[in-house]
């Protein structure tokens, strides 16, 4: 009887009130990430984050809180007043924000290499999540290797991620061959559950993503 009621008062705010932000009157979760910037020219790669097919939904809340510039970075801990050294975990060198992190880092950008080969291209990458991922589209591959081509960089900035915590938290070193053992993995794994006729070994994944 409650749900009754309650999905009744919905209908009476939703027959009442009228969404500003877009021309049908219609709430919708875009406009509202628009409408939350000034003069709403904000871009940002919602369709691109939730839209990736079968992806864990850890991994996309995961790239959406860093295109937010939300995750927890040392720079972000920094901001809370938190007094402490900013050094990155990764390459024990520069200071850590997300975007060093992801694509500045020694250690990251070795994986950006790697994926580039794996497929053949040659790519510049732009110096943020946000700009990567609005860029990231893949129009020059076929549909199921796009596919693959699209998952990827919320699979690296996730194995990242991982590895990143693992060496903050447990006091460990970094394994490079480990880390890009861990990424292809990974992204195999994944690819296997949303792409046809995806290779069923590891050897002819590798093959087969960099064909033509
Ligand atoms: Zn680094």
Same mark, same amino acid.
């Given at each position: *009887?409650?749900?009754?009621?309650?999905?009744?008062?919905?209908?009476?705010?939703?027959?009442?009130?009228? +969404?500003?932000?877009?021309? &049908?009157?219609?709430? &919708?979760?875009?406009?509202?990430?628009?409408?939350?910037? !000034?003069?709403?020219?904000?871009? /940002?790669?919602?369709?691109?984050?939730?839209?990736?097919?079968? *992806?864990?939904?850890?991994?996309? /809340?995961?790239?959406?809180?860093?295109? +937010?510039?939300? !995750?927890?970075? $040392?720079?972000?801990?920094?901001?809370?007043?938190?007094? #402490?050294?900013?050094?990155?975990? *990764?390459?024990?060198?520069?200071?850590?924000?997300?975007? @060093?992190?992801?694509?500045?880092?020694?250690?990251? =950008?070795?994986?950006?290499? $790697?994926?580039?080969?794996?497929?053949?291209?040659? +790519?510049?990458?732009?110096?943020?999540?946000?700009?990567?991922?609005?860029? +990231?589209?893949?129009?020059? #591959?076929?549909?199921? =290797?796009?596919?693959?081509? =699209?998952?990827?960089?919320? @699979?690296?900035?996730?194995?990242?991620?991982?590895?990143?915590? =693992? $060496?903050?938290?447990? %006091?460990?070193?970094? &394994?490079?061959?480990? #880390?890009?053992?861990? /990424?292809? #993995?990974?992204?195999?794994?994944?690819?296997?559950?949303?792409?046809?006729?995806?290779?069923?070994?590891?050897?002819? /994944?590798? %093959?087969?993503?960099?064909?033509?």
């Amino acid at each position: *009887m409650e749900r009754l009621q309650s999905k009744k008062v919905i209908e009476d705010v939703e027959d009442t009130v009228s +969404w500003t932000e877009t021309k &049908s009157g219609k709430f &919708s979760i875009k406009s509202l990430y628009v409408a939350l910037e !000034a003069g709403g020219s904000y871009l /940002f790669p919602l369709s691109f984050i939730w839209n990736v097919l079968n *992806m864990q939904p850890k991994i996309s /809340f995961f790239a959406w809180e860093a295109t +937010w510039g939300k !995750a927890l970075t $040392l720079d972000m801990v920094q901001k809370r007043r938190w007094a #402490l050294a900013n050094r990155c975990f *990764m390459c024990l060198e520069k200071e850590e924000n997300i975007n @060093h992190l992801f694509f500045h880092c020694s250690r990251t =950008r070795a994986l950006w290499d $790697l994926l580039f080969a794996l497929f053949g291209v040659s +790519w510049v990458l732009p110096s943020s999540v946000r700009e990567t991922l609005l860029s +990231w589209n893949g129009f020059f #591959l076929g549909k199921n =290797r796009k596919k693959a081509w =699209r998952a990827a960089p919320l @699979h690296i900035s996730w194995t990242v991620w991982k590895e990143r915590n =693992r $060496l903050a938290f447990k %006091d460990e070193s970094l &394994s490079f061959q480990k #880390l890009k053992h861990s /990424f292809i #993995l990974t992204f195999w794994a994944e690819a296997k559950l949303f792409i046809d006729d995806c290779p069923l070994t590891i050897a002819n /994944f590798i %093959d087969w993503l960099g064909s033509k």
